[in-house]
């Protein structure tokens, strides 16, 4: 008997050893680099419990919304100096180990002389090739998708294009449209067309960058950062004791931090995925993925209701958008003179708390928690699993689409929205956990609660200064 139980236990270990190498070797980190992740290496993750709707026969587009963040871009000016900070301190490091007659046989080749790949570059931010392709891609998949919404000829009128005034957005519309317009004009070998990219100025535009005229939001960043900073503490440092043993360098918690960094650059941007990401374990992996997307879920996302809140005036253009496209469906109006989809293109900060104000990724009691203004747990830490993944929220060119259908063979509602997040269907907890979801039902359970918030009132200090001063009042004359 006990021969038969330590036989069985070798088995049992022997398996759980090939599962947990198998893992590892299917592991790829250029999935788990929250929100600096690529496009195509994540949009193809789905919840496998989830089963996408069934369009019902005689239902057809009549309106598409798009809502995109710009693609793969290059790191900005500010973190291109960190990293130029990061090779003097290693070089610092790697002396100080040959001072002390350390061997530096555990230390990666790469280390020792690295420069960073973009040392004395002036200029950061950009989009860049890789990003390029992205929305590309995305244009043409999207028109062979939806061909019957793009069979007008173009006309801004009919699909209006909007960016910010961040050139990488806009960039990112430009792609977006060569592709959506692809051979639909006479110029050049490609036949490519002219189209319009409008912007707004970046002082008033509350659609799309509302995070930056919000001054209520840009104090609340301000005055939670060093919280966040706290929270992030006890990872890095636990990283920074594990990796300062492994490599026998005397690494500090900013090294972990610009290396974490550079790990998430040069493996988005450049395909390397052996050097920096090669310092850490797919555990310690999971574990730097997790306090991004900590900061995330609290200064962009369900950690505040202002994160998403201050995002209605995108809510109420879109559903604005829809309502037209049905009044022009009603009274028959001539193909070519209504609008057919609204295209937008901008930053994380306008896609997150956009899916926020949908209520995707939550849970049902989650969805119910927010409309009651309860706030939401911190995503679990690892291995627990969750929802709230920065790499699937909002990855360069991460979007949004809501998708209008008429349905007249439908009894009861005649109009439904299609929600599709990275372009796969999603489930709306507000709408009984369904992507394809009646308009009117869409308004009151998802979009009405926001409604009564006014983007004034929520951002403008002042504002928040003389409700105060008013309640102070009559206070003191009560």
């Known amino acids: 008997m006990k021969k038969a139980t330590a036989s069985f236990m070798l088995i049992l270990c022997v398996l759980l050893l090939t599962h947990l190498n198998d893992a590892v070797q299917n592991f790829d980190v250029r999935q788990h680099l929250s929100t600096v992740s690529r496009y195509d290496f994540v949009k193809d993750v789905v919840d496998k419990n989830f089963v996408p709707s069934e369009i019902p026969d005689g239902c057809t587009p009549i309106h598409l919304n798009l809502v995109a963040r710009h693609g793969t871009r290059a790191p900005t000016k500010k973190r291109m100096r960190e990293l130029e900070r990061l090779a003097d301190h290693l070089e610092v490091l790697i002396r100080e180990a040959k001072e002390k007659g350390s061997s530096l046989q555990k230390v990666p080749g790469w280390l020792q002389g690295w420069t960073s790949p973009w040392q004395g570059k002036l200029k950061g931010g950009e989009l860049i090739s890789k990003g390029e392709d992205e929305l590309y891609d995305l244009g043409i998949r999207i028109r062979e998708k939806y061909l019957d919404l793009f069979s007008e000829e173009y006309h801004p009128d009919v699909y209006p294009i909007r960016a910010t005034q961040v050139p990488r957005a806009s960039a990112s519309a430009v792609a977006f449209g060569m592709g959506l317009f692809n051979e639909r004009g006479t110029l050049g070998p490609g036949r490519h067309r002219a189209f319009a990219v ?27 950062a060093p919280a966040v900073e706290r929270l992030k503490e006890p990872i890095l440092d636990e990283m920074t004791s594990s990796i300062a043993r492994r490599y026998e360098l005397n690494f500090t918690r900013q090294d972990v931090s610009s290396l974490w960094f550079l790990c998430k650059q040069e493996a988005s941007l450049l395909d390397i995925t052996d050097q920096a990401c090669g310092l850490f374990s797919p555990s310690e992996v999971a574990l730097l993925e997790w306090t991004d997307d900590l900061e995330v879920f609290i200064l962009k996302g369900y950690g505040k209701s202002l994160n998403y809140r201050m995002g209605v005036p995108l809510l109420e253009d879109i559903v604005q958008s829809m309502e037209q496209a049905i009044t022009a469906k009603e009274e028959k109006h001539t193909p070519g003179n209504y609008e057919k989809a609204r295209l937008r293109f901008a930053h994380a900060e306008t896609v997150i708390p956009f899916t926020c104000l949908l209520g995707l990724f939550l849970e049902r009691s989650e969805f119910q928690q927010i409309q009651k203004e309860e706030p939401l747990a911190l995503p679990p830490k690892p291995p627990q699993s969750r929802n709230w993944r920065g790499s699937i929220l909002a990855p360069f060119t991460g979007n949004n689409m809501l998708v209008l259908y008429s349905c007249p063979a439908n009894s009861s509602d005649k109009y439904f929205v299609q929600v599709l997040h990275n372009e796969r269907p999603t489930p709306m907890p507000g709408c009984n956990g369904t992507d394809f979801c009646p308009f009117d039902v869409f308004k009151e359970r998802i979009v009405a609660p926001h409604l009564k918030y006014d983007y004034n009132t929520l951002c403008n200090v002042q504002t928040k200064q003389a409700i105060h001063k008013s309640k102070t009042t009559m206070a003191s004359s009560s």
Do not use: G, M, P
């Not at 930056?212 to 005055?223: E, Q």
């Open 198 to 224: 409008t912007s707004e100025s970046r002082a008033s535009d509350i659609k799309l960058r509302f995070h930056d005229c919000c001054d209520n939001y840009k104090d609340f960043r301000i005055s939670q």
